[in-house]
């Protein structure tokens, strides 16, 4: 069959995915669709780095602000909705451009994972949040950990919601997600990407990236926004895991500084983009464009134009 043809850019957070992806979206006749997992949330804006009209430059976005930051979103809903959207730009014969920085997101879709959203057990779920909450994340982790040891090391033990979620998919299947992963492999993914990941070769130039990202966000209003985020204290929920809000709840409750909460955002999002770098780069399949300064934009934009010209021949 004729695969359809798909552009990917990603990397760490605060690396300029966004630029570049509306760059060659313009180049060649294509629109963006949203691969970051908390970019599909309104109300987040600042903490999140929705891209704003400017940085659009009137070239559709597809799967931004699609969601209450009260509800949950699964990967398996992203998928299906990206899915969609690829096949519908493509009936138009325009090019989709997936930008992100969630890795789980973007393997999925090239790899052509399906996840079984039938397997679910939400009495189970909820038992297993209220546990959460009276003996801790660690205890579900450990319980993870006997029944799906390979699933349990590759997810921290506060990333309560894909814990719970693994924990539910055993529970109600009985097979554990390396076979379950296999089986979703057996059919051939309708896509053709093209993989472009951004890096900088001197990793102290992305982390005063980070720094001054958080320091214009502060100056934008972040802390109002997260004052009037309605879901920081609802466990389970998807948005509450952003990096962006959760490090300023105690402040804004009065037990600590805005100081010493703003180093701990900006080392938290530090770490993010080293865990995001880990796993983009064990994918052999992306290019990678390298720079040691923002200002060598232009040198991998070009790079990226001819990558993108030799693969939609």
């Known amino acids: ?43 987040m804006d600042i903490a999140c780095a929705m891209p704003d009209d400017s940085e659009r430059k009137g070239i559709p976005h597809h799967l931004f602000g699609i969601r209450e930051a009260e509800q949950v979103f699964s990967v398996a809903e992203w998928l299906g909705l990206a899915r969609e959207k690829i096949a519908e730009l493509a009936a138009k014969s325009v090019l989709p451009v997936v930008v992100g920085g969630t890795g789980l997101y973007i393997s999925s879709l090239v790899e052509h994972i399906v996840f079984d959203e039938h397997g679910q057990n939400k009495e189970f779920r909820e038992e297993m949040y209220r546990l959460a909450q009276t003996r801790g994340n660690s205890y579900l982790w ?11 090391e590759r997810l921290h033990e506060n990333n309560l919601k894909r814990v719970v979620r693994a924990l539910e998919m055993y529970e109600v299947s ?12 057996e059919e051939a993914s309708p896509f053709e990407a093209l993989m472009l990941g951004i890096d900088f070769n001197d990793r102290k130039v992305l982390y005063e990236r980070i720094e001054r990202r958080i320091d214009v966000m502060l100056d934008n209003g972040l802390i109002e926004e997260a004052r009037n985020n309605p879901v920081l204290l609802t466990p389970g929920s998807t948005s509450a895991q952003a990096i962006g809000h959760k490090e300023l709840l105690p402040f804004l409750k009065g037990e600590s500084s805005l100081e010493s909460c703003v180093e701990m955002l900006k080392m938290k999002t530090r770490n993010y983009a080293k865990r995001q770098l880990t796993w983009f780069r ?9 720079m040691n300064d923002i200002t060598e934009y232009a040198c991998i934009l070009e790079k990226a134009k001819f990558l993108a010209e030799n693969f939609l021949r």
């Open 142 to 152: 450990e319980r993870l950990k006997k029944v799906e040891p390979e699933t349990a």
């Open 1 to 43: 069959m004729n695969k359809i043809k798909i552009i990917v850019v990603c990397g760490a957070t605060a690396t300029g995915k966004t630029r570049l992806a509306v760059d060659i979206a313009d180049k060649f006749g294509g629109e963006v669709i949203n691969a970051d997992s908390m970019q599909v949330y309104r109300g």
């Open 174 to 185: 009985g097979v554990k997600s390396g076979e379950r992963l296999r089986q979703s492999r």
């Open 282 to 290: 064990k994918r052999e399949c992306i290019n990678w464009l390298h």
